[in-house]
């Protein structure tokens, strides 16, 4: 999943960059492969902070926002990321792509970078749609079937395993 995530980021044109943060430095090498930029999750682990540190690093590198898209959507082609970055092209924005019980947030475009605090985690669709509210930025929700999948348990696997069959028929 994470090599497909790659892949169909790096072929969406409207993405300059991909950084990849994580703490397996086997991930980080791939990522690196196939020409993502990287870098190392501290101790102890924590996602949100994480991505703050990972934010802080674009910022550096000139990004005027930030696009977060977790590796476990293997559905998720480049026509979905561009539509969801073709939501956010009038900043300050904040699209969020909800998980599909409405609970998780399966992806962000945050533009301009700073508008909200990132709230990953249990019920973080809300959190982040409060965190919007209190910014003032425009909100909009990307509601894509192949956003809303993602694998946290064994039965999204048969989901996903049961969509690619009914794309293939």
């Known amino acids: ?9 790096a072929a969406v044109p409207e993405v300059e960059r991909t950084l990849v943060v994580s703490r397996d430095s ?37 990004a005027s926002g930030v696009l977060i898209v977790p590796a ?14 073709a939501m956010g092209t009038r900043p300050p924005v904040v699209v969020i792509a909800p998980d599909r019980h409405g609970e998780g947030t399966n992806a962000l475009l945050v533009s301009p970078i700073g508008l909200i605090e990132y709230a990953f985690g249990a019920n973080s669709y809300q959190r ?37 069959h009914l794309r293939r028929t």
Do not use: K, W
Not at 1 to 9: G, P, Q, R
Not at 72 to 85: A, E, S, T
Not at 141 to 162: G, H, I, K, T, Y
């Open 1 to 9: 999943m994470f090599e497909h995530i790659l892949a169909e980021l």
């Open 26 to 62: 086997a991930a980080l090498a791939l990522a690196r492969d196939r020409g993502a930029r990287t870098l190392s999750e501290r101790q102890p682990a924590e996602l949100n902070r994480a991505l703050e540190r990972a934010t802080g690093a674009a910022q550096a590198y000139g």
């Open 72 to 85: 476990d959507l293997p559905l998720v082609n480049r026509q979905d990321i561009r539509n969801l970055v």
């Open 128 to 164: 982040h749609l409060r965190q919007v509210t209190l910014s003032g930025a425009r909100l909009e929700v990307c509601e894509l079937v192949r956003f809303a999948l993602d694998v946290d348990l064994p039965e999204d696997l048969a989901l996903v395993r049961e969509a690619q």
